[in-house]
């Protein structure tokens, strides 16, 4: 019994060793067959720790950033936790108004309310004439049946807007907007004009969360740190500016510069201490939009307005002032601008020899015009471009 009970124990003790080789002998995910992985080796042979493998795959995922309930506006969310709420608030209110825009019925109304953050005017259709035929009484109903169909598809939409930008709104601009007057009632009458503003006042309101005068330094700081970045458009980079713009005039404080204003009173032969109210605030108007139109063509990207404003400058110093008064008519100019062809243009001069040219003193000969080489420029083998004689320059 013993004998049996000793065969059996060898035979098991053979089975486990065979058993331990086989395994061993089996090629590894390296490919390399009998040698067990070291996860203590890393390239070139240096030891190091499997720490911090072991802690990135058993670390727990982060939770996800809110994104908005509606997955085609692709992120685009109210929040009051950042910096850049206001920027995010103007950003997002644009995205919803393209968007319902684009998806709801009869989504032109719906879309200007947003942008404008005010109902449309519903004109009614004039009543027919008196002894009016058949089918002009006829044509009437017909135009009333229509407007009574938009206000209620709008109605609809105001609706439906409300929920798509409440599903937008972050758990912590959800709470803040629940301190706003009449909070509980829109809810029930889910107005989105109300909506927006209540957020807009949220988003915009930062003196509450900081002293005013930091609040305002910060809102400057940003606006005179922006400008076009190469990849930005000019639309999105023109919207931007004047977000900024915003922040710092909801904040209490002014884009008007003094000098200007001053600048624009002298000019009409008119002293400021003799203007009424109206007469003043139209000089600090027309200040303000003088000064952002050159702070927006300022602030483009040089690459491609560079040129534009050297030529502005140009212009100024030869007595024509050709720069614009509102930022209506910079963005224009900017639009239009030709910049990438006047800017190959200079470039190709730029390689010539009597590229940019330069003024300089040599005794015996007062000024004498180099190009960017330092080399002289003999003028007379240069030919004018306006009469086209040679030497002409030298006259």
């Not at 019994?1 to 390296?30: C, N, R, V």
């Not at 201490?273 to 063509?297: G, M, P, T, V």
Request: proline share 2%; net charge positive; aromatic share 8%.
């Amino acid at each position: 019994m013993s004998h049996w009970h000793g065969d059996l124990s060898l035979k098991l003790s053979f089975q486990y060793f065979l058993d331990i080789t086989t395994k061993m002998s089996e090629p590894t995910a390296g490919g390399d067959s009998g040698k067990k992985p070291d996860h203590t080796t890393g390239a070139g042979g240096n030891k190091k720790s499997n720490y911090k493998g072991y802690r990135a795959h058993n670390k727990p995922m982060n939770e996800s950033r809110f994104k908005g309930r509606e997955t085609e506006m692709d992120g685009h969310i109210y929040d009051c936790s950042g910096y850049k709420q206001a920027d995010t608030c103007t950003r997002t209110t644009s995205e919803i108004a393209e968007f319902v825009g684009r998806t709801y019925k009869n989504g032109g109304d719906i879309r200007s309310a947003i942008e404008n953050l005010t109902d449309p005017l519903w004109k009614l259709p004039k009543d027919p004439p008196e002894g009016a035929s058949r089918t002009e009484e006829e044509m009437w109903k017909l135009d009333l049946r229509q407007l009574a169909a938009d206000k209620s598809t709008y109605s609809q939409n105001v609706k439906k807007a409300h929920a798509l930008v409440w599903g937008q709104c972050t758990e912590a601009m959800r709470l803040k907007l629940g301190s706003c007057t009449g909070a509980d009632e829109n809810q029930i009458s889910m107005d989105v004009i109300v909506l927006l503003k209540n957020i807009r006042t949220v988003a915009f309101n930062y003196q509450s969360q900081k002293y005013q005068t930091h609040s305002i330094h910060d809102a400057k700081v940003n606006f005179y740190k922006y400008s076009q970045a190469k990849d930005v458009s000019l639309q999105t980079y023109r919207d931007r500016f004047m977000n900024l713009v915003e922040v710092i005039e909801h904040g209490g404080s002014s884009m008007e510069d003094k000098a200007i204003t001053n600048k624009l009173i002298k000019e009409k032969n008119k002293d400021r201490k003799d203007l009424n109210k109206s007469e003043l605030d139209a000089f600090i108007e027309d200040a303000r939009d003088q000064y952002l139109a050159c702070a927006l063509i300022l602030g483009a990207d040089k690459l491609r307005y560079g040129i534009l404003v050297q030529d502005l400058e140009n212009d100024y110093l030869q007595g024509s002032d050709k720069w614009p008064r509102t930022v209506t008519a910079a963005y224009s100019l900017l639009t239009h601008w030709k910049g990438q062809k006047t800017q190959n243009t200079n470039q190709e001069h730029d390689k010539s020899s009597n590229a940019v040219s330069f003024a300089n003193v040599q005794e015996g000969k007062g000024y004498v015009p180099t190009n960017v080489h330092g080399k002289e420029i003999i003028l007379d083998n240069i030919t004018c471009w306006r009469c086209k004689k040679k030497g002409a320059l030298r006259e």
